[in-house]
């Protein structure tokens, strides 16, 4: 099934995890602005961090096979799979759903069949979400999966879900989202305690609506219960008050938005500061080296590789546009995933909450939003 | 009972509004972190753009007669009506209702007896949101009202409504939130067909939850329907893609912080960047009166004074720890909202609207959130 590419595969090339197929990651080769080429380009980058991983490169195999000869290293850690369709960026997820031999859908089989630990695609979100879920289906204990990711803060990396997976949810699905958020943590950023806030608006008067306040009783009650550092507010985010910052997919959708669009336009007026005059222009190249080191700190392909976290395998989403050095790092964050007891972690600790029966009994109306 | 100052009032002082007491604004003299000696330096400011203008001074007249004789513009424009108590800034807003003769009530007891249009205050928001709906009562047809504010975009100053007021609210609410912002957009940035956006997260999959929907179709076949351009997303709002962004009081109140957090962030990546070397220092030099423009551009005394709109009657935030110069802006603001038909609009708007009770047995459950 699998075409090995015209190159032999080294013998330190042994995979990393115990799965049968002994794929770290399957990758969505034909999803994204610019795939295959730049998917290719961000697997030699890959392949350079992680040499002895294996994985299993999924799309047109003639594109894939010329292209991977043309690339040492990744051609070293990658065997083919042809999938003969590719999802395009405007397809509805329920018309994705019936692709059966797209690139992103025999990916996300080799997941499923134990081939692969996790999936790295820079397609389609919806169709991947929608996939992810059917194909994978969540975690035992975790009622609904979650979209979380890396943001920049005054006190590093900080990580903020649910970023638009589900538009309501209630009280235990934002404890569930801590738990996989603290693993994200530990995982992705090594954190050993990582810190857990959960987002709340500041007004005294108005300490959010019962679907928080019950979600904090639960943490504080929970196995986080020692991490959790109560309610925090918009500016926490940035201000990094806390390591992982819990949320409904609504409210973290339009936060990341709203921050990323506030950096943005500071960006661009910072752009016309410097071209404003002769000396500005002057003052920009004297202020260069560090302005540089600015732009590799906001770099948004830093934080590239949002992830669907609490299904049975690692999902890993990179940016549609992103470049080679972006699907690169979504590629670290999923490896970093697969070798750091991800999925494990998220196990034990959902294991460890009260059945989700007698809460939603004790509790009508929290499925508010 | 007001004790006017030792000095004339000039016969220019002729009051804006047909209000019984004749003035503009009542503004809350001893609300805010710097008060009153702040306050006093804000009206010093504000009175010499508003000559003409009368305000009502609310506080202890002693202290406040003392400041006003050492300054003469607002002296020309002020009186003074003594409040022995003032509300302090960690009062919860229940303990603030029962204060009978706190500046803010007085100040607010003035608009609701029809002597000043509006009420500008920089003390407690829950006390000054609590007092603001007890006191003045909302307008005819609206639910509830809601915390608006200005902020920059790449396109001009743009609207952002509900802000905090609300944590809970219906897709009839965010309806008249827009009608709110409308007004306030006409009012304070004097557009004449301001366009409407209603917040909602991008993923294709998920476009919103059922309150946002029914909210853009209520809106679409709404008097504001020609300028209602749809859902927009949190990049939207420093896009400047419309001018006007509405949502819930949760999502508004993190969207606002988190773009204030991002932001400030930013600034002082921005300050670490100009202090890294020698050669970085004189760029900033060079740089320096572009960055003060962008400074400038971005300062959020530009955009301080959030309004309680909905009401019976205009009501200011001023941020508690503003300059006088952030003071200044908010009343600002105030005297545009009292001079341009701020809530006689609403009214007509509002007007317009189908009863309450048809929408909301049509559609049970909408009051999700």
Chains 1, 2 share one sequence.
Do not use: W
């Not at 994705?96 to 797209?102: E, K, Q």
């Not at 979380?148 to 309501?168: C, H, I, K, M």
């Amino acid at each position: 099934m699998d075409t090995l590419p015209q190159v032999t595969l080294p013998q330190d090339g042994a995979p990393q995890s115990s799965l049968s197929g002994g794929f770290a990651l399957a990758i969505d080769a034909m999803g994204g602005d610019h795939a295959p080429e730049s998917i290719l380009d961000g697997i030699e980058i890959a392949a350079e961090r992680h040499p002895k991983a294996r994985l299993l490169l999924v799309g047109d195999e003639v594109r894939l096979g010329a292209l991977l000869s043309r690339r040492s290293r990744a051609a070293r850690i990658c065997a083919i799979r042809h999938a003969p369709d590719a999802i395009p960026g405007d397809m509805k997820p329920t018309a994705a759903l019936r692709v059966r031999h797209s690139s992103m859908r025999v990916a996300i089989d080799a997941v499923a069949a134990g081939e692969a630990a996790g999936v790295v695609s820079a397609g389609n979100t919806g169709a991947l979400l929608a996939l992810g879920k059917v194909v994978l289906k969540t975690l035992p204990e975790i009622d609904r999966p979650a979209l979380a990711a890396l943001g920049p803060s005054a006190r590093g990396d900080v990580v903020l879900l649910d970023l638009g997976a589900n538009v309501a949810c209630d009280a235990r699905n934002l404890v569930e989202f801590a738990i996989m958020g603290d693993s994200f943590a530990r995982a992705v950023l090594g954190l050993t305690d990582p810190s857990i806030g959960l987002l709340n608006v500041g007004s005294e008067e108005l300490k959010g609506d019962d679907r928080v306040r019950q979600a904090a009783e639960m943490l504080r009650e929970s196995v986080l219960g020692a991490n959790f550092r109560g309610f925090v507010e918009g500016h926490d985010i940035t201000a990094g008050t806390v390591d992982i910052i819990v949320t409904d997919g609504f409210t973290g959708n339009v936060a990341l938005k709203t921050g990323e669009g506030a950096f943005k336009l500071f960006g661009s007026l910072l752009k016309q500061v410097f071209t404003s005059s002769l000396t500005a222009k002057l003052g920009y190249l004297l202020a260069r080296p560090a302005l540089e080191r600015l732009r590799e700190f906001m770099d948004p392909r830093r934080y590239n590789g949002a992830v669907l976290v609490g299904l049975n395998g690692v999902v890993v989403k990179s940016h549609g546009g992103t470049d080679a050095q972006g699907f690169a790092h979504a590629v670290d964050t999923a490896m970093d995933m697969v070798t750091h007891r991800f999925n494990e972690r998220i196990r034990e600790s959902a294991a460890t909450l009260p059945p989700r029966g007698r809460v939603a009994a004790a509790e009508p109306g929290v499925n508010a939003r």
